[in-house]
């Protein structure tokens, strides 16, 4: 009986995956790689550890036959058909919690960077303040205000938590009812979008929520209100956003996630003066980045010594997965 092949799609140095060699012979790939290669990698690979940016599809799936966890590095998992890797008896892991506050933080720090024209004064105070040039028009309280949040779950509950520090008033919606905590208030999706000085989106995407924001939603909004999205750019109607910041239909908006990612050359959005754009970094901090790391690296192991994993989102495959161990 020999050891599972564990193959490590992603850039870890060879010390952290000492606790994976002692359970799986480990095959790293090159850096950076391309599908081509991954695809060849996987014949006899039992477990793989990947970035959650990879679009994992049946044809990844047919392409190891042997696979039996699928180690995915992020929470979201938009981008795994998991229907498939249920079908082919793969686990599919991945990274809650680990990363809530981080994300969270930035949701903060977004929205400070919007109300207090963080970016405007920043520039100003470096190249035009010593000209005597007057100074950007003023910036707004977060005390008082109203914060929507759409999806209460882990990062939602962390960013009501740090609003409610600044004085917001947080009301949410959550397809599955009142998840937050009792001093925020729950109400339909509508009745956010409309009380919202500032709106922001901690949904996971999936087809009930790919372009839940768009053009019906944002006329529902306040002309002064603000758009936050840390959560996946396909959950907002991009062209109808576009439109909606044009227009004034909407102050402005803070994203750090786009329908595609990198946006493409020439994306409207990358030049409205009153959207600030950042590169899907919400949860780009050493400390959290490790701590995903961890959290895949035993996620892939566990599986791999057949044992359950920490985070599953497909716990119906595990038994087939578990059982398939050592075989
Ligand atoms: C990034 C995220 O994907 O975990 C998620 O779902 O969106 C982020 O943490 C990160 O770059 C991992 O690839």
């Not at 600030?276 to 690296?297: D, G, K, N, Q, Y």
Request: with cysteine.
């Amino acid at each position: 009986m020999g050891r599972p092949v564990a193959v490590i799609a992603f850039p870890a140095a060879e010390r952290d995956l000492e606790p994976v060699a002692a359970v799986a012979d480990v095959r790293r790939l090159p850096w950076p790689l391309d599908w081509e290669t991954l695809l060849g990698s996987l014949a006899d690979a039992e477990g793989v550890l990947i970035s959650n940016q990879w679009r994992l599809d049946e044809r990844f799936f047919s392409a190891a036959p042997r696979l039996r966890v699928l180690s995915s590095y992020g929470v979201g998992y938009d981008a795994i058909d998991v229907e498939a890797a249920t079908r082919h008896g793969v686990a599919v892991c991945n990274t809650p919690g680990v990363l809530s506050g981080a994300v969270a933080d930035f949701t903060l720090g977004l929205i400070l960077a919007l109300a207090r024209r963080l970016l405007e004064n920043a520039a100003f105070g470096k190249r035009e303040w010593a000209e005597r040039a007057p100074p950007p028009p003023l910036g707004w309280d977060l005390a008082g205000k109203t914060l929507g949040i759409v999806g209460m779950g882990r990062i939602g509950r962390e960013v009501a938590r740090r609003a409610r520090a600044f004085g917001m008033r947080v009301r949410y919606y959550d397809v599955r009812g009142p998840a937050g905590e009792p001093e925020d208030e729950f109400a339909e999706l509508d009745e956010v979008l409309r009380a919202a000085d500032v709106l922001s989106l901690h949904v996971d995407l999936n087809p009930t929520t790919h372009r839940l924001i768009g053009a019906r939603e944002l006329a529902l909004m306040k002309r002064t209100a603000v758009l936050v999205n840390t959560s996946r750019g396909a959950v907002v109607d991009q062209a109808a956003l576009v439109e909606a910041l044009r227009s004034g239909r909407l102050a402005g908006a803070a994203l750090d996630v786009l329908e595609q990612e990198p946006p493409a050359r020439g994306e409207p959005l990358l030049d409205l003066p009153n959207v600030i754009v950042t590169p899907h970094a919400a949860s780009a901090t050493v400390e959290t980045r490790r701590a995903m790391f961890e959290l895949a690296r035993e996620n892939l192991i566990s599986v791999l010594a057949g044992r359950e994993p920490p985070a599953c989102v497909n716990p119906e495959a595990l038994p087939r997965a578990l059982r398939r161990s050592g075989s």
